[in-house]
């Protein structure tokens, strides 16, 4: 089979989206399938600060872009040009168009899918009814939840097929009257590539004891992350544990903002913040080196970054909202903690000093995170595919005995 994705991100673009992509891709080209890519161009300097995390191929298509306005990290593809390749992509013999995103990348595909006969299928990753107050300030909440909730309903309309990566995700996109059949098939880890050996001391380059808890955040800066949220329970660990220290590693638009409020909060000795980590083995040695991950988004439409903690053995503790819901599992190294920075705090500090209950928490941990592989959520996203196409194949075939 030969899949046309189409995303308004991917790599350099460090974000849930290019890690969902990048999964998928690689999965489905390791079982024979071709998968063509359309994505932005990013600045030189930009792409090539990450040019030796993810190499391009001759199947990814970059689409010259320009700046978005408020967004100096993401890139508007040029609409025309991603849709001048309709004659290129007749050619290939594309059997399925997956969307990923809903800007530029949404209306090209769903044009490139009509214009090509094939089915088009769009990945919901996003939960913009809470993601966009957090950039659009000056405009009542209200009004930006009915633009949000009609934006996605339109789109998701338009399309034959949706992979919503939990069961919260989808229920809310039932409430906003979306009658497109909808799939939960969320993003799986290769734990053959995750899982890397120990490369380095992550404590002992920080200057952090063996005897310092280390609670760990890791994903994008950015508001809808609610990092400040782990900020404000930060201190009420240290009361308990005052040797505590957080690490926040990665990099975004909130940064300056961050390093603002842990200066008004008074922790700037309590946290550290390393920016952005690589994959190859530096990541997962923060990730072994933490005794507690800590997750506060309200906006994750699931949330891998749990599950990459959950395989090294890491226990979360995190708020319960939208798609982590789907990931938390008591019984899998995880606690769902109260959307209070005290309670949350008292979860953090009660784990770390009861050793029994954390040992056997990083040990159910491992378990759990090997029931969200790859190769298992790639086999059931292929299966939607082969159902789309042969579909569409099989209505083309009435269509023509009519004819």
């Keep these: 089979m030969h899949i046309l994705m189409i995303s308004d991100v991917y790599f350099p673009r460090i974000n849930g989206v290019s890690t969902s992509i990048d999964s998928f891709r690689g999965e489905l080209r390791a079982l024979g399938h071709r998968v063509t890519l359309i994505c932005p161009e990013y600045p030189e300097a930009h792409a090539l600060a990450r040019a030796s995390d993810h190499l391009d191929d001759e199947d990814i298509l970059r689409i010259p872009a320009r700046d978005v306005i408020f967004d100096p990290e993401d890139r508007m593809m040029r609409f025309n040009i991603a849709c001048g390749l309709i004659p290129i992509l007749q050619s290939r013999a594309v059997d399925l168009v997956h969307i990923h995103t809903p800007f530029v990348a949404h209306y090209a595909g769903v044009k490139i899918a009509r214009a090509l006969n094939v089915p088009v299928v769009e990945s919901y990753h996003t939960f913009f009814e809470e993601y966009l107050y957090n950039y659009i300030r000056w405009l009542p909440k209200s009004w930006l939840k009915s633009a949000a909730r009609f934006f996605s309903r339109s789109q998701c309309n338009a399309v ?42 992550f404590r002992a380059q920080l200057g952090i004891t063996a005897e310092q808890p280390l609670l760990l955040y890791v994903g994008r800066v950015a ?57 190859d083995g530096a990541l997962q040695d923060a990730y072994r080196a ?22 090294l053995g890491t226990p979360v503790v995190a708020l319960g909202v939208m798609g982590t819901l789907d990931v938390l599992n008591s019984e899998g190294g995880c606690i769902i903690a109260p959307e209070e920075p005290r309670a949350f705090a008292n979860e953090v500090a009660f784990l770390i000093q009861d050793p029994a209950r954390y040992q056997y928490m990083a040990e159910c941990a491992v378990r759990y995170a090997a029931s969200w592989s790859a190769e298992q959520k790639t086999q059931q996203i292929l299966s939607q595919y082969t159902a789309l196409v042969l579909r569409n194949t099989h209505d083309q075939n009435d269509n023509g005995l009519m004819d």
């Excluded at 097929?161 to 009257?177: D, E, F, H, K, Q």
Aim: with cysteine; charged share 15%; hydrophobic share 45%.
């Design 160 to 201: 034959d097929g949706l992979i919503v990566p939990s069961t919260p995700m989808r229920n809310t996109l039932m409430t906003y009257g979306v009658n497109t059949p909808m799939h939960i098939i969320p993003t799986g880890l290769n734990f053959t590539q995750f899982c890397t050996p120990v490369q380095s001391d």
């Design 290 to 311: 933490a005794d507690v991950f800590v997750f506060a988004s309200r906006t994750e439409t699931q949330g891998l970054v749990l599950v990459e903690a959950l395989a």
């Design 223 to 279: 508001l809808e992350k609610n990092i400040d949220f782990l900020l404000t329970m930060l201190p009420l660990v240290l009361e308990k544990i005052p040797n505590a220290v957080l690490v926040i590693a990665g990099e975004g638009p909130a940064e300056r903002h961050i390093n603002h409020q842990i200066n008004a909060l008074g922790i700037r000795a309590s946290v550290k913040c390393v920016g952005y980590m690589r994959r």
